[in-house]
Structures are given as C-alpha cells and as structure tokens.
C-alpha cells in the first residue's frame, strides 16, 4: 500500500502523532528544567554543528566523518567561549555551558545521522555513506 492511501478510522491517532505528542511533551520539559542560558547554549551548539554538516557534506566528505567533525567543532566552540570568558572581565565561566553547547551539537549530528541513513535521499555504498547532490 502506498503511503497517503491508508484508510482513515475515526478516533484512531496515528502513530506519528502519538511520536510527535511524546516529542512535544519532552521538549517541553526539558525548556521547564534548564535555564534560558543553557537552551541558548544549546541552541548555538545545534547552529554551529548544522553549518559544518552542511559545509562538510557540500565538500562530499563521508556521513560519518561530517558528523563527527561537525560535532567536534560545535565541542571546540563551547570550550573555546568559555577560554574566551575566563580571559574577559565580566563573564562567568560555567562548565555547563561548554557541556550544554557539545549537547547540541550532538543533538544536531544525531539528527542529521537518523535522517540520512532512515529518511532516504541519500545512497550508500557498502559501509561508507556520502551525500548525493
């Protein structure tokens, strides 16, 4: 059967949006339990490991070695703010937020990993996977 065609039944949730409700009530606990500082924190984290993936992929690098650069350079940024902090008058250096920002690079690659291996649009080639144009 292809997708769209699926009978509907009244009263019946599909399953994404029981995913999608479970997502939501995550994403809205996690935004209760941490500062704003950290969810900007990871926030920057997500923003800076997208651009890399996006540069890494647009420079055909395997999936694999884009996420993990691109994860490491979302890590190196939040430790290099909080140098950047130590070095400055009037900053806090906080620990977390160099965790809360490799947090979201993290979330960032994991993203982008499920999406290419799971969502399509992408081939792959024995163990090595890179971006089709």
Request: glycine share 10%; with cysteine; proline share 2%.
């Amino acid at each position: 059967m292809y997708r769209g065609t699926a009978k509907r039944i009244p009263g019946h949730i599909h399953k994404h949006q029981k995913t999608r409700a479970m997502i939501e009530k995550i994403i809205a606990f996690i935004v209760r339990l941490l500062p704003q500082d950290k969810l900007l924190h990871i926030f920057a984290g997500q923003l800076i490991a997208a651009l890399f993936l996006g540069l890494f992929f647009a420079l055909h690098l395997p999936v694999w070695l884009a996420c993990v650069l691109a994860f490491l350079f979302a890590a190196g940024a939040g430790i290099g703010k909080e140098f950047y902090d130590k070095k400055h008058r009037g900053h806090s250096v906080e620990w977390q937020d160099a965790v809360a920002t490799a947090v979201g690079g993290l979330i960032a690659v994991l993203y982008a990993a499920y999406w290419i291996w799971c969502g399509g649009g992408y081939l792959c080639d024995k163990f090595t996977y890179y971006a089709v144009d």
